[in-house]
């Protein structure tokens, strides 16, 4: 497995980790903490933008996939946090991430009812990215203009205690 390692320890960049998080999907039952090294670890599905293919084309619109592949946001030095899901949906989508220096909180908001807050000591997050295929996209483009998706998530995704 190839992995990538993007972090971050300034607030000010943490729009490097949003990059690689936003609309990424989630499930609330991949959110781990390890309390050994304090470490709030989220496994979600990233697009691997370089294995995008059109399989179809009909006059102007094309259907596109790429395979979401296993990405891991990590949030070190956790106090303590909560997760919110009020309408009991057991996933989302990432939407922000922004940190309150004064209460010291990192807060993941996302395009549902889930958000999570994070307490944290110092500042440091990063996102790992992996080769591991968990799942596709399928897009449809018209004249450069996206305007349908559809994801599916493997059951890989759901089985992290093997990875862990």
Do not use: W
């Not at 996939?65 to 303590?80: D, I, S």
Request: charged fraction near 25%.
């Amino acid at each position: 497995m190839k992995t990538k390692e993007t972090s971050v320890v300034k607030p000010e960049d943490l729009s490097l980790i949003l990059d690689l998080t936003h609309d990424c999907p989630f499930e609330i039952g991949n959110i781990s903490f390890n309390q050994d090294t304090s470490t709030l670890v989220i496994i979600y599905g990233g697009e691997e933008h370089g294995r995008r293919k059109v399989v179809s084309n009909i006059l102007f619109l094309n259907k596109v996939e790429m395979p979401l592949v296993e990405r891991r946001l990590h949030v070190f030095y956790v106090k303590n946090y909560s997760i919110s899901d009020t309408e009991m949906i057991g996933a989302s989508s990432f939407s922000n991430i922004t940190y309150d220096a004064k209460q010291q909180r990192l807060s993941i908001t996302t395009n549902t009812s889930v958000s999570l807050e994070v307490d944290i000591l110092n500042f440091r997050v990063s996102v790992e990215e992996t080769d591991i295929v968990i799942g596709k996209v399928e897009r449809y483009e018209m004249l450069g203009c996206e305007f349908r998706e559809r994801v599916e998530l493997a059951e890989r995704i759901n089985n992290q205690d093997s990875r862990q």
